[in-house]
Structure formats: structure tokens, C-alpha cells
């Protein structure tokens, strides 16, 4: 059982290039995230999806998009990166969006450096 | 705006008892999440409170209380592998969870 997992493990991307971090989770969820995490700040959400098909904007959008065709799969795609996206980037999973305990799984992270 | 404060760093030394403080102020309240997050790994889930008082797991727990936004971890008998980051998070009335900075726990010997 691999749960969530997260390719690339780490990247150096020039600026203004298109990057594209994928992100699989095998346990049926139907909520994912996408988060940031930069040293002095909590994770960041970039973009949500409630369930396959949908998706939804966090508290740092801009410059980054998502797609949602199936249960699994949650890629987060940079269109022209700029070194302020120089971070590390977590996908996580939950059996929902809802109340309750659904607590989110995460993947292993995405080092991500723009030069 | 929405916050959540945690201490930057503390130390405690092995076999010791350390509590963790969160105070939040969120636009809403639908649980509170603990987790935990050794450097260079991805956080992992510790506890969930959405009633006051205290939920025991072993040697952490964590506590509650809604009325004054505020919330505490408490490891016991510590371990040099509890040397982490303990993230304290708040789901809101969106259902999105707002996460502090982490407090990273430094153990000695």
C-alpha cells in the first residue's frame, strides 16, 4: 500500500519554464490538497479538489493550477515559474471534506527550486 | 484575518513531560488537528479535538478549549525520536485547515 505519492522527490526549474508536480493516492479519497511549505510559515493551501471533477482555490493561487479527471490523480501545474515558488510542495488526501475526524494523508513532498 | 500561534522552539530533555501551545482565530471552528513532522518528511496526524476537554492517546495527548481559542499538546515520557516539528491546525468554516508555523521540539539527553 503506497498511500500518497509525489513525483518529482526534487527539482531545480529555470525561470519561466512549465513544471508539472504529480500526485497519486491510492486509498479511494475523495478530497485532495495541494500545500506549500516555506521555512517560517504554516503549510499554505495552493488548490483543493472536493471530489473527482471539481476543484477549488486556496489562499495562494495565483500562478499555479490543477486538475481533477479521476479519484487518484491531483496534478499541480506551474505555468511560468518564478523563483517565488521556490518551495516545498505537499499533496495530501482525505476520505472527505467534511466534518468529523478526516484526517488529511500526505505525500512525501516535492522540493522545488526556481532559479 | 485568520491566525494560529504556536511557540517558534522549545526544549525538554528525555524522559521529561512538554506541552505545546496553539491559540487560534479562525472564521469559524470544525475541529482542531495536531501533527507531527520530522525534518525533511511529510507531516503526520497525531489527534483531533472538536469538543473541550482532553483526548488521551498513549503518551500525547491534547486538549481544548473552544471558548478561549486555545489548545495544548502534551507529550510525556519523551523519547529522543519525539525531536520534530508539531504542527497545530484549525479547520474552518469552509472546511479548509489553517496551519501555524510548527513548533519544533528540540530533546537532549
Known amino acids: 500500500i503506497a498511500g500518497i505519492t509525489q513525483a518529482p522527490t526534487s527539482q531545480i526549474l529555470a525561470a519561466g519554464r512549465r513544471m508539472t508536480l504529480r500526485c497519486t493516492q491510492d486509498m479511494r479519497h475523495n478530497a485532495m490538497y495541494w500545500y506549500r511549505q516555506d521555512l517560517g510559515l504554516g503549510l499554505r493551501l495552493i488548490h483543493y479538489s472536493n471530489t473527482a471533477g471539481t476543484t477549488g482555490k486556496g489562499e495562494v493561487p495565483d500562478g499555479y493550477s490543477v486538475s481533477r479527471a479521476n479519484t487518484d490523480d491531483f496534478p499541480l501545474t506551474l505555468a511560468s515559474a518564478v523563483p517565488s515558488q521556490t518551495s516545498v510542495y505537499f499533496c495530501?488526501?482525505?476520505?472527505?471534506?467534511?466534518?468529523?475526524?478526516?484526517?488529511?494523508?500526505f505525500g512525501p513532498g516535492t522540493r522545488l527550486t526556481v532559479l | 484575518g485568520q491566525n494560529i500561534d504556536q511557540p517558534t522552539e522549545m526544549t525538554a530533555t528525555e524522559g521529561a513531560i512538554v506541552q505545546i501551545n496553539c491559540t487560534y482565530q479562525t472564521s469559524g471552528f470544525n475541529g482542531l488537528f495536531w501533527y507531527q513532522q520530522h525534518a525533511g518528511e511529510a507531516p503526520t496526524f497525531l489527534s483531533y479535538n472538536v469538543l473541550d476537554g482532553l483526548e488521551e492517546k498513549g503518551r500525547f495527548s491534547s486538549f481544548l478549549s473552544r471558548s478561549k481559542g486555545y489548545s495544548y499538546l502534551l507529550l510525556k515520557e519523551l523519547q529522543m525520536k519525539d525531536s520534530a516539528s508539531y504542527l497545530c491546525a484549525v479547520r474552518d468554516s469552509n472546511y479548509q485547515l489553517i496551519w501555524g508555523a510548527g513548533t519544533k521540539l528540540i530533546i537532549k539527553p
Open positions: 495530501a488526501s482525505s476520505d472527505s471534506m467534511a466534518g468529523g475526524h478526516n484526517e488529511q494523508f
